[in-house]
């Protein structure tokens, strides 16, 4: 092997471990702080501190006594242990890559307070709330991780467990990065016409 193509598989095996080294793991944590799981999880999917910023978290705890819409407020000091707990592995702070895709997509003035609303969430599971996809089981909110993720409380969200009844929304020839701002590791490479 000549040098030159030496060096620069060096200088790709470098960049790929350097890379796999900054994230400890491709999904976010799995929800480790119990108050939180039993508070918050008694009326929804406790979402992993990955999925927002430190700012959504401490918007969400500043409001709890209207929570969408519920009064979730919780004890002074049970309080206190859910918000030190979310903002210590908010998505700034949290070590996997897809919190750090998360943030990509959150512009530095946005304070998200619904991780639906995130465009890294809704964007990727756009067309499944239309009431034309047809798709085992029927989903009525992105809220509800688990009925598509069955490990979501691990916080294991990449594969996706449903049955697609309607195949003509299938394309191969649509790139979805036009229409959403999404990390590069989402891109469609759809043939181009």
């Known amino acids: ?36 799981n039993k508070e918050c999880g008694a009326c929804h999917f406790p979402y992993q501190a990955g999925w ?7 918007a969400i705890m500043s409001t709890l006594a209207q929570h969408f819409g519920e009064n979730a407020e919780l004890k002074v000091g049970q309080r206190q242990a859910v918000l030190d707990y979310l903002v210590a592995n908010s998505a700034e702070k949290a070590s996997s890559l897809r919190s750090h895709e998360i943030l990509e997509v959150i512009r530095p003035n946005e304070t998200p307070t619904s991780i639906t609303k995130v465009l890294y969430v809704g964007g990727i599971h756009g067309g499944f709330l239309d009431p034309a996809f047809k798709g085992k089981p029927q989903v ?35 790139d979805m990065s036009v229409s959403m701002p999404a990390p590069s590791w989402m891109r469609f490479g759809g043939k181009k016409k």
């Open 1 to 36: 092997m000549k040098t030159a193509t030496k060096l620069a598989l060096v200088a790709v095996t470098a960049a790929v471990t350097a890379q796999a080294a900054t994230y400890a793991r491709r999904d976010v944590y799995r929800s480790t702080n119990e108050t939180y």
């Open 52 to 58: 927002l910023p430190e700012r959504s978290w401490r």
């Open 140 to 174: 009525k909110t992105l809220a509800n991780c688990i009925t598509c993720h069955p490990k979501a409380e691990r916080g294991w969200f990449v594969p996706v467990v449903y049955e697609i009844s309607d195949e003509t929304f299938r394309t191969d020839d649509v």
